[in-house]
């Protein structure tokens, strides 16, 4: 009975290559994997979750129309810039409009209190 010198070989030596060729071809491609689960009690629905899992690239979601993340501003600066100019204008504009229905006051005092002073 004579043993072999020889160590295991580790698997396939072109499985990081096939792994890549993978990865590839499912961001090239897209996946999409969607499932329901549902919970019943006594043929009454209590709970339903729909999950729904899309693994592309950043290109070829694009060209499926899914860009949530450019408009999340918190996950886009562009998106948090853009939310934040919204707000300024909707600020400057309340307070222009405060400023246009506020009484002018005149030496600290409004109108009602020289009103009072008054013979």
């Known amino acids: 009975m004579t043993m072999s010198s020889r160590m295991p070989e580790p698997y396939a030596g072109g499985g990081g290559s096939n792994l890549a060729d ?3 071809r499912v961001l090239d491609k ?3 994997i969607a499932g329901d689960i549902r919970i ?4 009454i629905e209590l709970l339903t979750i729909k999950l729904r899992l899309i693994v ?7 060209e499926m129309g899914i860009d949530w993340w450019e408009d999340d501003p918190e996950l886009s600066s562009r998106a948090r810039r853009k939310q934040l100019a919204r707000e300024n204008a909707e600020l400057r504009e309340r307070l222009a409009q405060l400023e246009l229905y506020a009484e002018p006051v005149e030496e600290g005092r409004g109108e009602e209190e020289k009103k009072k002073e008054a013979p």
């Open 22 to 24: 993978i990865l590839e």
């Open 30 to 32: 897209g996946v999409v």
């Open 40 to 43: 019943n009690l006594l043929d």
């Open 56 to 62: 592309a690239s950043v290109d070829k979601a694009k």
